[in-house]
């Protein structure tokens, strides 16, 4: 089980980061722009065949992949060699270089790798919710769990019952039963309730509990849910509102971490590193593969979001300097924005190196990242 969840996290990350890096090298092609070379995994090189101006390679750590684009540099802004005088150079080779490119080509290379793992999320919830579906909330409430000596136990409530109604209030939010029930303290309130088929009356009195400060029935309840299946030609859209939605929801988490780790200094439980999602993965692997396409669809969009976010070193960062360049007409430094980079570099890696050091207490501790 051990090795087969180490292959499938290898497969799934060279799958996303390929994919990025497929977005750059398509693009670059399409523009005209020199391909040095397209790797799978990471140097030193295995093995490497070149097929027109392009190396295709393979390294030894087989993880993720790369591109490299003639006249691009660390900085993202370019030179092509130790090359002094450009003058001397054939137009076509400067036509070819990254640097030499305009503003907006030299942006949409940079932005085709985080829209190629959007698309890739896009796809692939777009399948889910066509063959798997997707739980939607309905207006009806289901009773999910019955106490043991519980007013509700003693009324006859059962456990599956949806309420249709208190006291002729009809019930559409899981908020409303606790709001009637709180405010009739050892009264009896009428339910009218769903079970199978049928429609019952049941009749309760909630009993007032003074630690809570409040009268309660006994029962647990949730909002009740149905699964939609969606025809391929709706999948797509329904598809792209639940990413914008969950692009929202990783915005909100990477402030409200950012702001825990700045000022707490601690990072969050459920934030996890290359050994977490390898750790989820495998708790994944357990309930079959919509799950772990589910879960490489949400990698996916995290990837997106977090390489189009002005962070230095990802390609965030390097967009930044080229739209400043698009807007000011003059480029940045380059030494400058080389050590802005390196910066923002070591700064990743410190964060990576402490999410593994967190994800391995996790492991020895036997916590888990899913809910029990």
């Known amino acids: 089980m051990v090795i087969i969840t180490i292959l499938v996290f290898i497969l799934n990350l060279s799958v996303l980061v390929l ?41 030894l ?10 006249g ?3 900085a993202g802004s370019g030179k092509i060699g130790k090359v002094k005088d450009y003058t001397k150079l054939k137009s076509k080779e400067m036509q070819q270089a990254f640097f030499a490119r305009p503003v907006w080509q030299r942006a949409s290379i940079v932005l085709a790798g985080v829209f190629m793992n ?24 289901v009773i999910s769990e019955v106490l043991a000596h519980s007013p509700a136990q003693a009324a006859g409530l059962k456990q599956g019952d949806v309420i249709i109604s208190i006291d002729n209030t009809k019930i559409t939010k899981v908020d409303q039963v606790t709001t009637i029930t709180s405010a009739h303290p050892n009264q009896e309130v009428t339910m009218l309730i769903q079970r199978s088929n049928t429609t019952e009356q049941i009749f309760v009195t909630p009993k007032y509990n003074p630690k809570e400060n409040k009268a309660q029935v006994g029962i647990g309840i949730t909002q009740n849910v149905k699964t939609i299946k969606y025809p391929w030609y709706q999948a797509p ?21 950012a702001q825990q780790v700045a000022t707490q200094h ?45 962070i230095p070193a990802l390609d965030g960062g390097r967009l930044f300097f080229i739209l400043l360049e698009g807007i000011t007409g003059k480029r940045v430094n380059q030494k400058f924005e080389s050590y802005v980079h390196m910066v923002g570099m070591i700064v990743l890696l410190s964060l990576i190196a402490l999410l593994t050091y967190h994800d391995i207490a996790r492991i020895v501790t036997g916590q888990s990242l899913l809910p029990q």
Do not use: C
Request: proline share 6%; hydrophobic share 50%.
């Open 118 to 141: 959007f698309l890739l999320a896009l796809v692939i919830i777009s399948f889910l919710f066509t063959v798997e579906g997707v739980s939607q909330p309905t207006n009806s409430v």
């Open 61 to 70: 750590l087989p993880v993720g992949g790369f591109v490299r684009l003639y």
């Open 237 to 257: 859209f329904a598809g792209l509102k639940e990413l914008v939605y969950e692009s929202w929801m990783i915005l909100v988490g990477l402030g409200t971490t």
């Open 72 to 74: 691009e540099d660390d």
């Open 266 to 310: 601690t990072v969050p439980q459920d934030l996890a590193g290359p050994v977490g999602i390898g750790q989820l993965v495998g708790q994944f692997i357990k309930y079959g593969l919509y799950p772990v396409l589910s879960l490489v669809s949400l990698l996916s969009l995290n990837l997106a979001i977090l390489n189009v976010l002005p």
């Open 19 to 59: 994919i990025h890096e497929a977005g750059h090298f398509f693009v670059a092609k399409k523009l005209g722009v020199k391909v040095e070379e397209f790797g799978f995994g990471f140097p030193p090189r295995v093995y490497g065949k070149k097929i027109g101006e392009t190396i295709y390679s393979i390294n």
